[in-house]
């Protein structure tokens, strides 16, 4: 999938199954923006390394979404869930190191369920501005389109309520699109859920 660089999104979240309604949310809440997203499960290359995947799709936007809320310890291993805290190093490196003015205009926001809970695990962030969503997906909704707004300045760009309301009018027309799509509503892959939106968005014009 590719895309201008300018209207393009990094979205760094978990893949499991407890995150999809919040993944489900920020895509929409970037698609409804007009803008693209980018996730690492776009891209299905066995022969192309993951972080490989995610240097270039980092490369490859302007603007990156970070949650890192979900930085738990892992049940089995006992261990907590780094890769969230690996792609925002990667994020903040290509923008604070790259010689290229365009890589150095990178725009990012760091989402948590609660704005002071990453002292406690990353706190060489301090100074970075933290939203939080609560594990909520609608205030996850709320929180990028205010930010997108901040940093595209567009007047244009609906407000959050209205993006919110779009976004559930989606969720109950998702089964129905699934199925004229014939796609399984449960085991949806990303771009699964781009077409459905793709479609969404086509016959409901913000």
């Given at each position: 999938?590719?895309?201008?660089?300018?209207?393009?999104?990094?979205?760094?979240?978990?893949?499991?199954?407890?995150?999809?309604?919040?993944?489900?949310?920020?895509?929409?809440?970037?698609?409804?923006?007009?803008?693209?997203?980018?996730?690492?499960?776009?891209?299905?290359?066995?022969?192309?390394?993951?972080?490989?995947?995610?240097?270039?799709?980092?490369?490859?936007?302007?603007?990156?979404?970070?949650?890192?809320?979900?930085?738990e310890?892992?049940?089995?291993?006992?261990?907590?869930?780094?890769?969230?805290?690996?792609?925002?190093?990667?994020?903040?490196?290509?923008?604070?190191?790259?010689?290229?003015?365009?890589?150095?205009?990178?725009?990012?926001?760091?989402?948590?369920?609660?704005?002071?809970?990453?002292?406690?695990?990353?706190?060489?962030?301090?100074?970075?501005?933290?939203?939080?969503?609560?594990?909520?997906?609608?205030q996850?909704?709320?929180?990028?389109r205010?930010?997108?707004?901040?940093?595209?300045?567009?007047?244009?760009?609906?407000?959050?309520?209205?993006?919110?309301?779009?976004?559930?009018?989606?969720?109950?027309?998702?089964?129905?699109?699934?199925?004229?799509?014939?796609?399984?509503?449960?085991?949806?892959?990303?771009?699964?859920?781009?077409?459905?939106?793709?479609?969404?968005?086509?016959?409901?014009?913000?």
């Amino acid at each position: 999938m590719s895309s201008p660089y300018a209207k393009s999104i990094f979205i760094n979240c978990p893949f499991t199954d407890d995150y999809g309604a919040m993944f489900r949310a920020l895509i929409f809440a970037v698609v409804d923006c007009g803008y693209h997203p980018r996730c690492a499960k776009e891209i299905v290359d066995g022969g192309q390394y993951r972080l490989q995947k995610i240097e270039a799709l980092i490369h490859q936007s302007k603007y990156g979404i970070h949650d890192l809320s979900n930085m738990e310890i892992d049940p089995n291993s006992g261990l907590p869930r780094l890769n969230m805290a690996l792609e925002l190093g990667l994020f903040l490196g290509a923008k604070r190191f790259s010689e290229n003015t365009k890589q150095k205009s990178k725009k990012l926001i760091i989402l948590d369920s609660d704005q002071y809970r990453y002292q406690q695990a990353i706190s060489d962030i301090s100074g970075q501005d933290i939203e939080a969503h609560e594990n909520d997906p609608l205030q996850a909704i709320r929180c990028v389109r205010n930010w997108l707004q901040t940093e595209s300045r567009r007047s244009t760009l609906p407000g959050a309520n209205h993006i919110i309301g779009r976004y559930r009018t989606y969720e109950s027309d998702l089964p129905e699109i699934c199925g004229e799509l014939r796609f399984d509503a449960d085991e949806l892959t990303f771009n699964d859920l781009w077409e459905t939106m793709s479609i969404w968005e086509k016959e409901n014009v913000n």
